[in-house]
Every structure is written in C-alpha cells, then in structure tokens.
Nanobody, 123 residues
Framework: QVRLVESGGGSVQAGDSLRLSCTAS????????MAWFRQAPGKEREGVAV???????YYADSVNGRFTISRDNAKNTAYLQMNNLRPEDTAMYYC?????????????????WGRGTQVTVSS
C-alpha cells in the first residue's frame, strides 16, 4: 500500500524558514511526479509546487522565489524548502504524487496523498 508521510511543519515567525519532507513507501518514487499543496481553514486546496521525474520544478506565483521543491530519489523523499515565510503561508501542507499529473490547478489529478503537516506563521 502506497504511503506518503509529511514532516517538518511547525510554528514560526514571519521571515523564518522551514523545510518540509515527504517520504514515500511502496512507490516507485523515481517514476512519479511529486507535488505540494496547501489548505488553509475555510479555503480550497491550492497547489504550491510540483517537481517532475526529470527534476523540472513549477511554482505557484504566491511562493515563487521563496519556496524551492526538490527530490532525492535515493531516499524516496521530496522536499519543500520554505524561506521568508509569511502569515498567509499558514496552512496544512500536503504531499501528493502521480505518474502523469504535473499541474497545480487540479489536485484531483493526483493519485496519492499524505495526511499533511501543519505550518503556522505568526507576524
């Protein structure tokens, strides 16, 4: 059974940094696109970043230049480095994977999901 497990969330101050990790099991990790989504209370889930099997990354405009997505196929792990965090980044962050999906607009395109890790940024 495929599992995605996120870690690295926490409570920080504006301007701080966090690195999220997503470790996959029972998945041929190198063959899957990996993405990060987030959902704040009362809001829809939104795409943050996605990285292709070949290492090409795409970002939402709201995080471009502050967040960096990466992957380590040897460790079956994807990362989201978040710098210069803002209060509006506060959300539950979810890792998602799919063989084909490479977009940030349609979370329903992704097959596998983790349970999320909470990021809270205070001003």
């Amino acid at each position: 059974q495929v599992r995605l497990v996120e870690s690295g969330g926490g409570s920080v101050q504006a301007g701080d940094s966090l690195r999220l990790s997503c470790t996959a099991s029972e998945l041929k990790f190198s063959a899957y696109q990996m993405a990060w989504f987030r959902q704040a209370p009362g809001k829809e889930r939104e795409g943050v970043a996605v990285i292709s099997t070949g290492g090409t990354a795409y970002y939402a405009d709201s995080v471009n230049g502050r967040f960096t997505i990466s992957r380590d196929n040897a460790k079956n792990t994807a990362y989201l480095q978040m710098n210069n965090l803002r209060p509006e980044d506060t959300a539950m962050y979810y890792c998602a994977s799919d063989r084909n999906a490479l977009d940030l607009e349609f979370p329903q395109s992704y097959t596998y999901w983790g349970r999320g890790t909470q990021v809270t940024v205070s001003s």
